[in-house]
């Protein structure tokens, strides 16, 4: 018999809230209004309006076996949720994802993921939509929780830990606070989102204004207090929903497994002496000795045992997972990592400035063979970046972006474009170098930054922030400190509680690691961290020493970085614009302007210039040499300056006024007039016998009046 469902009996099954509060901030978790098809759905909203659902989907048919957990993670901006019609002239729909769009989908997937088993072979899919937002606040870092509490609801024992986000920032009297406003964020000296569980921190995205290790040790625990409350929320919203609706008693996830007794075998046949070809040699040659040691194995069990129930896959993950045991006990137990570095050391390091001859600025850093050629290009305030997503229109004045060529890692494939890899990397490039930039004011430049990684062998997008650092010095950007990069990595031991920090990693070392901590920084403070974490255990204690070491790291690299370049060049590259900027007050942006524009435009045309003004007066004029700016400049500048008593100058007579009246032409778009009393000292009844139009007068000015905007003329008689 089938029992068809009326939409309310539906909707009253499955719909359950709660509100807490946490951290001051009342929010509303709610489950079963919205995606009704959806395994399992959820909802944040708060009193300011903010209304964020989140699904997550777990496909029970499994298309093939795969080496990668195949999870999808989409943050999805809506116009409409802010008021907004976004998108163009021609079109009005949401296209391509934002780079913020982008970029919170990166954050949500970093610390769901490792939540996961590691063989999970079925397709989940994370969507989070922001479908009402007041435009105070950017609400991304709330997908993470959504994520780990839709998970939490499909009853999987395999995700039985919440995992939560938060975002704080520092204000400039040390203060934290959560959730920040995008206008609170502009003045912030720091600005940390992590994710974590309730006993440790798992992700970390973050940018400060030169801050010590002493803060931030302060602020990663601030967060994970607020972290805590919002585990707990979870666990007793999930509580209270199974109570009226029952958890699914089955999880729909698939996990492969590999045999005890088959990797017992394999454990056993590779011994430390087939170890000896995986040491000392490079990404390349590393990966055909694995290669080849799994082809050894498969040969030895044909041999030796029966192989029909045995699948390749099985057998070479479990030579990789023996060589993965081995390695990291040899680091663990002997501080010997595969290169026969010490721990805190960091590979040689090359540099060379000024590599490309017609570019404003360039440089290539090197790390052993890991390559970063950054190109800088500085360009006039007109071309600041227009930031269009969901919210208010912004700009961006320095941009950094990350490129990726297959040829880099020895591959083949097509080009597209960007990938969230590249975009995610440009981003904290930014982030780290952000803090040192000068003002607009001081260098009124727009500046971009290219990093194409030309060689990589680990550690691409820390070389990309240590080449750029190096580009700005090269094209003449004042920079108020030079800022390096180190990538740092944490082994951990369970069973014996044992862990080591290593500096530098390098490609071959990448499947050892438990925790990637990126640390950039200047010679005293930090300006950047982001960091992904795979175990469920962080203490403060491991920041405190990753930062530690990081910073005899970072401080060896900026040592080499600047052998031959120790400051921003003197000089302005002779291909790149010539810019001067100065404020002006408000009542003179009119003059400067015009009728029109018209002002503007005969500067421009006259002077082959470009001219910007800022929203805060600040006026740029770009040209392409000197010449030309400090014709515009001085053209300006006499036209915004009052006249004083005692100024003299020669200049033409414009016009002859009712008999009496001179016009004279002070030019920078000036005029004012001398009386037929003021030019001769003899009485004068005709002016057109003293005076005719296109005539060149010297005169000086006798009396200013500033408040009546009145200036006295006298014709200077020689004698």
Request: glycine share 4%; with cysteine.
């Given at each position: 018999?089938i029992?068809?469902?009326?939409?309310?009996?539906?909707?009253?099954?499955?719909?359950f809230?709660?509100?807490?509060?946490?951290a001051?901030?009342?929010?509303t978790?709610?489950?079963?209004?919205?995606a009704?098809?959806?395994?399992?759905?959820?909802?944040?909203?708060?009193?300011?309006?903010?209304?964020?659902?989140?699904?997550?989907?777990?496909?029970e048919?499994?298309?093939?076996?795969?080496?990668?957990?195949p999870?999808?993670?989409?943050?999805?901006e809506?116009?409409?949720?802010?008021?907004?019609?976004g998108?163009?002239r021609?079109?009005k729909?949401?296209?391509?994802?934002?780079?913020?769009?982008?970029?919170?989908?990166?954050?949500?997937?970093?610390?769901?993921?490792?939540m996961?088993?590691?063989?999970?072979?079925?397709?989940?899919?994370?969507?989070?939509?922001?479908?009402?937002?007041?435009?105070?606040?950017?609400?991304?870092?709330?997908?993470?929780?959504?994520a780990?509490?839709?998970?939490?609801?499909?009853?999987?024992?395999?995700?039985?830990?919440?995992?939560?986000?938060?975002?704080?920032?520092?204000?400039s009297?040390?203060?934290?606070?959560?959730?920040?406003?995008f206008?609170?964020?502009?003045?912030?000296?720091l600005?940390?989102?992590?994710?974590?569980?309730?006993d440790?921190?798992?992700?970390?995205?973050?940018?400060?204004?030169?801050?010590s290790?002493?803060?931030?040790?302060?602020?990663?625990?601030?967060?994970?207090?607020?972290?805590?409350?919002?585990?707990?929320?979870q666990?007793?919203?999930?509580?209270?929903?199974?109570?009226?609706?029952?958890?699914?008693?089955?999880?729909?996830?698939?996990?492969?497994?590999l045999?005890?007794?088959l990797?017992?075998?394999i454990?056993?046949?590779?011994t430390?002496?087939?170890?000896?070809?995986?040491?000392?040699?490079?990404?390349?040659?590393?990966?055909?000795?694995?290669?080849?040691?799994?082809?050894?194995?498969?040969?030895?069990?044909?041999?030796?045992?029966?192989?029909?129930?045995?699948?390749?896959?099985?057998?070479?993950?479990?030579?990789?997972?023996?060589?993965?045991k081995?390695?990291?006990?040899?680091?663990?137990?002997?501080?010997?990592?595969?290169?026969?570095?010490?721990?805190?050391?960091?590979?040689?390091?090359r540099?060379?400035?000024?590599?490309?001859?017609?570019?404003?600025?360039?440089?290539?850093?090197?790390r052993?063979?890991?390559?970063?050629?950054?190109?800088?290009?500085?360009?006039?305030?007109?071309?600041?970046?227009?930031?269009?997503?969901?919210?208010?229109?912004?700009?961006?004045?320095?941009?950094?972006?990350?490129?990726?060529?297959?040829?880099?890692?020895?591959?083949?494939?097509?080009?597209?474009?960007?990938?969230r890899?590249d975009?995610?990397?440009?981003?904290l490039a930014?982030?780290?170098?952000?803090?040192?930039l000068?003002?607009?004011?001081?260098?009124?430049?727009?500046?971009?930054?290219?990093?194409?990684?030309?060689?990589?062998?680990?550690?691409?997008?820390?070389?990309?922030?240590?080449?750029?650092?190096?580009?700005?010095?090269?094209?003449?950007?004042?920079?108020?400190?030079?800022?390096?990069?180190?990538?740092m990595?944490?082994?951990?031991?369970?069973?014996?509680?044992?862990?080591?920090?290593?500096?530098?990693?390098?490609?071959?070392?990448?499947?050892?690691?438990?925790?990637?901590?990126?640390?950039?920084?200047?010679?005293?403070?930090?300006t950047?961290?982001?960091m992904?974490?795979?175990?469920?255990?962080?203490?403060m204690?491991?920041v405190?020493?990753?930062?530690?070491?990081?910073k005899?790291?970072?401080?060896?690299?900026?040592?080499?970085?600047?052998?031959?370049?120790?400051?921003?060049?003197?000089?302005?590259?002779?291909?790149?614009?010539?810019?001067?900027?100065?404020?002006?007050?408000?009542?003179?942006?009119?003059?400067?302007?015009?009728?029109?524009?018209?002002?503007?435009?005969k500067?421009?045309k006259?002077y082959?210039?470009?001219?910007?003004?800022?929203e805060?007066?600040?006026?740029?004029?770009?040209?392409?040499?000197?010449?030309?700016?400090?014709g515009?400049?001085?053209?300006?500048?006499?036209?915004?300056?009052?006249?004083?008593?005692?100024?003299?100058?020669?200049?033409?007579?414009?016009k002859?006024?009712?008999?009496?009246w001179?016009?004279?032409?002070?030019g920078?778009?000036?005029?004012?007039?001398?009386?037929i009393?003021?030019?001769?000292?003899?009485?004068?009844?005709?002016i057109?016998?003293?005076?005719?139009?296109?005539?060149?007068?010297?005169?000086?000015?006798?009396?200013?009046?500033?408040?009546?905007?009145?200036?006295?003329?006298?014709?200077?008689?020689?004698?």
């Amino acid at each position: 018999m089938i029992i068809w469902l009326s939409d309310t009996q539906i909707l009253s099954h499955k719909h359950f809230t709660k509100t807490y509060k946490i951290a001051g901030k009342n929010l509303t978790f709610e489950s079963g209004k919205l995606a009704l098809l959806a395994d399992w759905s959820v909802v944040i909203s708060d009193e300011e309006g903010n209304y964020l659902l989140t699904t997550a989907w777990i496909n029970e048919k499994i298309k093939s076996w795969t080496d990668f957990f195949p999870m999808t993670c989409e943050y999805q901006e809506k116009y409409y949720a802010a008021g907004k019609i976004g998108g163009n002239r021609f079109m009005k729909r949401e296209s391509r994802p934002s780079e913020v769009a982008t970029l919170n989908s990166r954050m949500i997937d970093r610390p769901i993921r490792p939540m996961f088993p590691k063989w999970t072979v079925n397709e989940v899919q994370i969507i989070s939509t922001i479908l009402s937002s007041s435009g105070l606040s950017d609400y991304g870092f709330y997908g993470i929780t959504w994520a780990s509490l839709a998970l939490m609801l499909s009853g999987s024992t395999e995700f039985t830990w919440p995992v939560s986000g938060c975002r704080i920032i520092m204000d400039s009297e040390n203060n934290f606070k959560f959730d920040p406003t995008f206008e609170e964020l502009l003045t912030a000296q720091l600005d940390l989102t992590i994710a974590g569980t309730l006993d440790s921190i798992t992700m970390v995205e973050s940018q400060w204004k030169e801050v010590s290790g002493d803060i931030i040790l302060k602020a990663f625990e601030f967060a994970h207090a607020i972290i805590k409350e919002i585990c707990n929320a979870q666990l007793d919203f999930v509580s209270n929903y199974s109570k009226v609706h029952p958890l699914p008693a089955k999880s729909k996830l698939v996990v492969k497994s590999l045999s005890k007794e088959l990797y017992s075998k394999i454990e056993g046949y590779v011994t430390e002496d087939k170890m000896t070809p995986l040491y000392y040699v490079s990404k390349t040659e590393f990966h055909e000795e694995m290669h080849n040691l799994s082809e050894e194995v498969k040969l030895w069990l044909w041999y030796s045992e029966d192989t029909e129930e045995m699948t390749i896959w099985e057998i070479e993950e479990c030579v990789y997972k023996a060589i993965k045991k081995h390695m990291r006990k040899n680091v663990l137990s002997n501080k010997t990592r595969l290169d026969g570095r010490k721990t805190d050391q960091v590979r040689p390091v090359r540099w060379e400035f000024g590599i490309l001859p017609r570019v404003h600025g360039s440089a290539l850093f090197q790390r052993w063979i890991t390559q970063a050629l950054t190109i800088a290009t500085l360009g006039w305030p007109g071309d600041m970046q227009l930031v269009d997503d969901m919210f208010e229109q912004t700009s961006k004045r320095y941009i950094h972006h990350y490129n990726f060529p297959p040829f880099s890692v020895w591959e083949t494939k097509p080009l597209r474009w960007p990938t969230r890899r590249d975009i995610g990397h440009g981003r904290l490039a930014e982030k780290a170098l952000e803090p040192v930039l000068p003002s607009l004011e001081e260098f009124p430049y727009f500046i971009r930054c290219v990093s194409e990684i030309t060689t990589c062998n680990g550690s691409s997008s820390m070389a990309s922030v240590c080449g750029s650092s190096m580009s700005l010095m090269d094209a003449w950007v004042p920079i108020k400190n030079i800022v390096s990069w180190v990538a740092m990595w944490m082994i951990y031991d369970e069973e014996s509680g044992k862990y080591e920090i290593l500096s530098d990693i390098q490609a071959q070392e990448d499947f050892l690691w438990d925790m990637d901590f990126k640390v950039a920084g200047t010679s005293a403070w930090f300006t950047a961290l982001q960091m992904d974490c795979k175990i469920k255990w962080l203490s403060m204690e491991v920041v405190g020493k990753v930062l530690t070491q990081s910073k005899e790291a970072l401080e060896y690299i900026k040592t080499e970085m600047i052998r031959d370049l120790s400051e921003s060049r003197k000089e302005l590259s002779p291909y790149a614009p010539f810019i001067v900027s100065s404020r002006i007050a408000v009542d003179k942006i009119r003059e400067v302007i015009g009728k029109g524009w018209e002002t503007i435009q005969k500067i421009s045309k006259e002077y082959e210039v470009k001219i910007d003004i800022s929203e805060d007066w600040l006026l740029s004029v770009t040209a392409k040499n000197q010449v030309q700016w400090k014709g515009a400049i001085e053209f300006i500048t006499k036209m915004l300056k009052w006249m004083e008593v005692g100024d003299a100058g020669e200049w033409k007579v414009a016009k002859i006024l009712d008999w009496i009246w001179a016009i004279i032409d002070l030019g920078s778009g000036k005029s004012w007039m001398i009386h037929i009393s003021k030019i001769a000292k003899e009485r004068v009844t005709n002016i057109w016998d003293y005076l005719k139009e296109w005539d060149i007068v010297e005169y000086k000015v006798i009396t200013v009046d500033k408040e009546k905007g009145k200036v006295g003329l006298e014709r200077i008689i020689k004698e």
